[in-house]
């Protein structure tokens, strides 16, 4: 693993800044202005010596609607990640913001299961370009080791809004629903739910925390956390206990308006009857609106 890090510069976070330092080195980068680019300049963000907390999971699973039976949640390791990437944000290395920049897809990869107490290896490094008609496509790549065996990864797929002449092959939607899904379950994402989550993950986006905050940025009313809606979701489609193997890929497609009632939609029943591969959407009360579309499989532990 050393030897893969040692390929590009590295910034080693030793600490986590607190929450409202972190969210004021995100302000302060707003000054950075959207243009194009040829390609991400090589950095490797890196956190050495990362343990998993019974009480930051209790606290994530709590807000998600996980059960203690399921163990460390499937998404719960991009929690680890989400200093590293406020850091890039915040430095030179990215050349934009982290407002103003949308959260078009995310995959992740359990290799292996976790659990409480384990020490981890966290990293971070930019991806590729890709061209989008409303700006710049780009990626970041997470990945996760425990005792230098890789047991995690993602790759989180980003829009920066504004950039004229985007560089990169042209960006493709890559999840395609042509199968009939029915309705599984309902979930209420309530008014407090983007304070609740962003207080756990660390992402105090201002479009999440209040109508009066979302305003500010051009939205009616805050919206939800994608990666609580697909947390939520994850919740109900899997089942009571721990995995051993999982994968998820997620893409983004409407904001959920808070308060809202959500629905779960799915090729096959959760709980019990489903098998280890589902595709799923998570769409408005009406069930006309999609918010996201996954594609998730997984085998148990």
Known sequence: ??????????????????TLAGLAAVLKATRKKPGRI???????????????????????????????????PLLYPQMLTFPLAMAYFASDYCPWPALGTVHLANRVHQHAPL??????????????????????????????????ALVWEATQTLLRLGVADPSGERYVSALHNEQPLSMQAS??????????YGLVSGDLNPIHLS???????GFRRAIAHGMWTQARALAAMLPRQRLAQAEVWVEFKTPLFLPAL???WSTSEIQGAMPHNALFEVRSAKGDKPHLRANLSYTLG
């Open 115 to 148: 659990q409480v107490d384990d020490v981890l290896c966290v990293e971070m490094r930019p991806g590729l370009l890709q061209a989008h008609e409303k700006g710049q496509v780009f990626t970041l790549e997470f990945k996760i080791w425990k005792n230098q």
């Open 1 to 18: 693993m050393d030897a893969l890090i040692s390929t590009t510069p590295t910034i080693e976070i030793v600490q986590a800044p607190g």
């Open 262 to 264: 959500a629905t779960l």
């Open 38 to 72: 040829e390609s991400l300049p090589p950095v490797c963000y890196l956190r050495r010596t990362v343990r998993l907390k019974a009480k930051g999971i209790a606290a994530y699973a709590k807000v998600c609607g996980y059960q203690p039976t399921q163990g460390v």
């Open 187 to 196: 979930f209420m994402a309530d008014a407090g739910i983007g304070r609740r």
């Open 211 to 217: 109508a009066l905050s979302a305003k500010l940025f």
